[in-house]
């Protein structure tokens, strides 16, 4: 399988750790349980990352609002990006995933990430042996967890290097 690496901008790294901790914050404000459970400044960091590195691998502009959006894909064309730090994870599609989700598996650091493939949440909810009920001690969280083997393709037209401009912090000074 074709595999894509990305390599995430320092000013982009940042950006999407101001988003990720942003999430949190309002999360917590609004007291929203966490869904990972552990490690949540960790995980909203890296979430956001994966999404700007989507976002710019399909060469598409999105809004990255804070928690404005359940129930929607991360980009448009109901891609939805999921990332893990480790190799060894599958792909996780929540049970409350849309079934016209393409959810994406993503692996790795900002400063190295690599984007494996796509699986339908709606196909992955047809294939009960793939479901893991919560272990929160083996950090297992209910879902769906498709393997490796069983992820296609990237689509082929990914704007793989594109050249994205820095993002504008004094924005985040208004």
């Given at each position: 399988?074709?595999?894509?690496?990305?390599?995430m901008?320092?000013e982009?790294?940042r950006?999407?750790?101001y988003?990720?901790?942003?999430?949190?914050?309002e999360?917590r404000?609004k007291g929203?349980?966490?869904?990972?459970?552990?490690?949540?400044?960790?995980?909203?960091?890296?979430?956001a990352?994966?999404?700007?590195?989507?976002?710019h691998l399909?060469?598409v502009?999105?809004?990255y609002?804070?928690?404005?959006?359940w129930?929607?894909?991360?980009?448009p064309g109901?891609w939805?990006?999921?990332?893990?730090?480790?190799?060894?994870w599958p792909?996780?599609?929540?049970?409350?995933?849309?079934d016209?989700?393409?959810c994406?598996?993503?692996?790795g650091?900002?400063?190295?990430?690599?984007?494996?493939?796509w699986?339908?949440?709606?196909?992955?909810?047809?294939?009960?042996e793939?479901?893991?009920?919560?272990n929160?001690?083996?950090?297992?969280?209910?879902?769906?967890?498709?393997?490796?083997?069983?992820?296609?393709?990237?689509?082929?037209?990914?704007?793989?290097g594109?050249?994205?401009?820095p993002p504008?912090?004094?924005?985040?000074?208004k």
């Amino acid at each position: 399988m074709r595999y894509i690496n990305y390599r995430m901008s320092r000013e982009w790294e940042r950006w999407a750790g101001y988003l990720g901790i942003d999430r949190l914050i309002e999360n917590r404000r609004k007291g929203l349980q966490d869904r990972a459970g552990f490690d949540s400044e960790v995980s909203h960091y890296l979430g956001a990352c994966y999404e700007v590195a989507g976002a710019h691998l399909w060469n598409v502009c999105v809004s990255y609002l804070i928690n404005t959006l359940w129930g929607e894909a991360d980009l448009p064309g109901n891609w939805e990006i999921r990332g893990t730090q480790s190799d060894r994870w599958p792909l996780k599609v929540r049970p409350t995933d849309k079934d016209h989700f393409k959810c994406v598996r993503v692996t790795g650091p900002p400063s190295n990430m690599r984007f494996h493939g796509w699986y339908s949440a709606g196909e992955a909810k047809k294939h009960p042996e793939w479901f893991q009920e919560e272990n929160k001690s083996k950090r297992v969280f209910g879902g769906f967890y498709v393997p490796n083997t069983e992820l296609l393709p990237l689509p082929d037209d990914l704007a793989v290097g594109c050249v994205v401009p820095p993002p504008d912090f004094t924005m985040l000074l208004k």
